[in-house]
Nanobody
């Protein structure tokens, strides 16, 4: 089972940037597709971005396209999310997820708060 630990969240003003990290315990990290989801209070969990096992393919929610960049370092078993031009509506708990062969694993999440 993959254990995922997110970090890098915090409080930032609108227009600012944050970089989230997700450290994975699994040495086979490079065989997992990885992604980021977020959940705001009172709202359903929503997709943010995903990246293939090799990093060669990425996909983004329309709401973050052009502002967020997902990347991974398979040598460090780490997933990243660079978030620029942050907006108050980006405020949420951001969760890292690993997916392989129909099995999906989740981290505990890291809080991102964007003030106006």
């Amino acid at each position: 089972q993959v254990q995922l630990v997110e970090s890098g969240g915090g409080l930032v003003q609108a227009g600012g940037s944050l970089r989230l990290s997700c450290a994975a315990s699994e040495r086979a990290f490079s065989t997992y597709a990885m992604g980021w989801f977020r959940q705001a209070p009172g709202k359903e969990r929503e997709f943010v971005a995903t990246i293939s096992w090799s990093g060669g393919s990425t996909d983004y929610a329309d709401s973050v396209k052009g502002r967020f960049t997902i990347s991974r370092d398979n040598a460090k078993n780490t997933l990243y999310l660079q978030m620029n031009s942050l907006k108050p509506e980006d405020t949420a708990v951001y969760l890292c997820t690993a997916n392989r062969a129909g099995n999906r694993y989740w981290g505990q999440g890291t809080q991102v708060t964007v003030s106006s």
